[in-house]
């Protein structure tokens, strides 16, 4: 059976209009069979990563935060829905779940209970958009992800377990011999016993390739809301292009590197079917956008790929011995322990930079567990800044007005890691 796997970010159902598109896009692909993944509506994650924080806070504004979530959805559901009564129940019986939660005192497990809560969001969107599907006579079939995406017990962060999601994933074909489109979530898992789980920030676009992966989609399809991969992220720069077509090897790249647009484990289980993968316009249909495939290597523009809040650790030895292999992986055991992506590296003799994410709370526990033969210095609040397929002059362009901190040049790729300057202004009257 040919199936293909669509998925729907959280700017695509933000929505009612935005809904009603993606009925509009489904309703012209009818007869096919295809797999929807959708993501929560909007910022729906974001408010209810606030939902969590002002739990474990004490705070009395945790109720009326999960109640505008909820107020948000029901009058989604009416602006959709002729007859919103069913789809009501539906979505408070999500939300009772949430309550029983927060009448307990917080569970010892943070994460744990991050992603009971936090993980509704795409429960919400899938229930809103199936039944609206519904509506428009489409012919669909909620599914929940949970029953088919089994991970391990990594809350927040979950590591899928291919073989069982494999096989549990075979019985879903049989749905379509009377659907044409199977509705289920991104970003969500569960474990053995059944907790659910997430799998990482951005994490629908991996569910989609999930399911291609398992069930051999034919092609899979992400609608964002940009004409495709761009040069750049269009809300830095201006005179960004469209990339038409991209090899895996240059796409998992430029996710390495942090380009938003795709989450950076969606590449490797899609190379590894050979499954090609388009990043599409919600706003144009029938565009195409990017390919992602086994294509050959193609002469590629600069691609610039930003990452924010990043922080250099500058770690050298206190007695002044060299940073020796024992060292090295004493320090890379720590970095993978804490949980600390490393975005660029250099050695000297006694020293050792290394570029990552800025997460305060894992820094500080890298810091203490690195011991006392080791003196850290670090540099905060900075961007890294890589450049694939570089030219003098770009690179030129993006480092005027800032303060290089770090600079290195492979032969396909330049990174600089900067500190923002204030500007600074001339004043009028001299
Ligand atoms: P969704 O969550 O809706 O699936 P995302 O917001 O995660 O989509 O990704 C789309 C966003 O990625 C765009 O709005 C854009 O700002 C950003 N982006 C970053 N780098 C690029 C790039 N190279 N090409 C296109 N978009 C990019
Ligand atoms: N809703 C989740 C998030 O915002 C997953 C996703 O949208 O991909 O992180
Ligand atoms: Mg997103």
């Known amino acids: 059976m040919q199936i293909k796997v669509f998925k729907f970010g959280g700017a695509s159902v933000k929505d009612s209009d935005g809904i009603k598109n993606v009925g509009k896009i489904l309703s012209d692909s009818q007869g096919q069979k295809i797999i929807v993944v959708v993501s929560a509506m909007g910022k729906t994650t974001n408010a209810l990563e606030q939902v969590v924080a002002h739990f474990y806070n004490g705070s ?76 428009l006579g489409l012919k669909c079939t909620w599914q929940d992800v949970r029953d088919l995406v089994r991970t391990d017990n990594t809350y927040r962060d979950a590591r899928v377990q291919w073989d069982i999601t494999q096989q549990r994933m075979q019985p879903v074909t049989r749905i379509f011999d009377t659907a044409d489109f199977i509705i289920t979530q991104g970003f969500i898992g569960s474990t053995s016993e059944n907790f659910t789980t997430t799998l990482g920030r951005e994490g629908s676009d991996y569910t989609a390739a999930i399911f291609s992966y398992c069930l051999d989609a034919e092609s899979m399809h992400i609608w964002k809301d940009v004409p495709g991969v761009l040069t750049g992220d269009p ?73 924010h809040r990043q922080a250099l650790l500058h770690i050298s030895t206190n007695d002044f011995s060299f940073v020796a292999e024992h060292h090295m992986s004493h320090i890379f055991s720590l970095l993978a322990r804490h949980r600390l992506k490393v975005n660029m590296m250099r050695n000297t003799a006694i020293s050792f930079t290394v570029c990552v994410n800025q997460i305060d709370d894992r820094i500080v526990r890298f810091e203490k567990d690195l011991g006392n033969e080791f003196r850290l210095v670090r540099d905060n609040d900075l961007e890294l800044i890589t450049i694939r397929h570089y030219n003098e002059g770009i690179l030129k362009d993006l480092k005027s007005g800032n303060l290089i901190l770090f600079e290195e040049k492979l032969s396909d790729t330049a990174q600089i890691v900067v500190k923002k300057l204030p500007r600074m202004r001339r004043k009028d009257n001299v």
């Open 60 to 135: 009395d504004q945790t109720q009326v935060l999960l109640d505008n979530i909820k107020k948000a959805h029901f009058d989604m559901a009416d602006a959709l829905l002729s007859h919103s009564e069913p789809l009501k129940a539906e979505l408070n019986d999500i939300f009772v779940e949430i309550d029983w939660i927060l009448e307990e005192s917080p569970h010892e497990d943070y994460d744990y209970t991050y992603d009971q809560i936090v993980s509704i969001g795409e429960l919400l969107s899938s229930r809103i958009l199936n039944a609206y599907l519904t509506e």
């Open 235 to 307: 809300t830095l720069f201006e005179n960004v292009s469209l990339l038409p077509r991209l090899s895996y090897k240059e796409a998992i790249e430029m996710t390495y590197y942090g380009a938003k647009v795709i989450h950076p484990k969606t590449i490797k289980p899609l190379q590894n079917k050979h499954i090609p993968m388009y990043v599409r316009p919600f706003g144009d249909p029938k565009s195409y956008g990017t390919l992602i495939s086994d294509e050959v290597e193609l002469n590629y523009p600069p691609v610039i790929v930003i990452e």
